[in-house]
C-alpha cells in the first residue's frame, strides 16, 4: 500500500461523523435532485427516484465530493431498519394488484413465482456486477499507482 493510500485512509478514519441534521440534509438533497431528474426518462422506462438516488449517492462518493464520513452513521441506521421500510411499500403494491381476488390462487403462485425468480436474477446479476467493476477498479487503480 502506498503512502498517499495510508494518509488517505487515516484521515478519513481521524474524521468525526458529520452531525445527523447535515447527514439528513445531504441524503435529502441527493433525494430531491434525483426527484428532478426521474421525469425526464421516458415512460416506457420509468426510473424510480430511489433508484437515482442511490446512483447518484455512489458517484457522489466515489468521486469524494461526499466523504464517507459524512453520511455513514445515517446511512448505517438506515440499513438497519431497511426491512421495516420496504413493509409498507409492499401492502400498498399487494393491495393494488387484484392478484389477490378472482381466481386469485393461481395468479398468487405465478406472482410468487416470478418474485422468487427475479430476485434470483437480480442477486446473480449484482454480484457479477460488483465482480466486474471491482476488477476494472482494481486494474484502473493498479495502473495508477505505477506510473507514479
Known amino acids: 500500500m502506498s503512502d498517499k493510500q495510508q494518509n488517505s485512509e487515516s ?3 481521524t ?3 458529520a452531525p445527523i441534521l447535515y447527514q439528513i440534509a445531504i441524503f435529502t438533497g441527493v433525494l430531491f435532485v434525483s426527484s428532478l431528474i426521474s421525469p425526464l426518462f421516458p415512460k416506457s422506462f420509468p426510473v424510480p427516484t430511489p433508484v437515482i438516488g442511490l446512483v447518484l449517492m455512489y458517484v457522489l462518493l466515489a468521486t469524494h465530493i461526499i466523504k464517507l464520513y459524512q453520511v455513514e452513521k445515517l446511512a448505517d441506521f438506515l440499513i438497519g431498519i431497511i426491512a ?3 413493509v409498507p411499500s409492499g401492502i400498498q403494491m399487494a393491495n393494488s394488484l387484484s392478484v389477490f381476488t378472482n381466481d ?3 395468479n398468487g403462485v405465478m406472482l410468487i413465482i416470478t418474485i422468487i425468480l427475479a430476485t434470483i436474477i437480480m442477486l446473480i446479476v449484482t454480484a457479477y456486477s460488483t465482480a466486474v467493476l ?3 477498479s ?3 487503480f493498479h495502473k495508477s499507482t505505477e506510473v507514479h
Open 134 to 136: 471491482m476488477a476494472i
Open 11 to 13: 484521515t478519513e478514519n
Open 138 to 140: 482494481r486494474k484502473v
Open 84 to 86: 421495516f421500510l420496504f
Open 15 to 17: 474524521h468525526e461523523p
Open 104 to 106: 386469485g390462487a393461481w
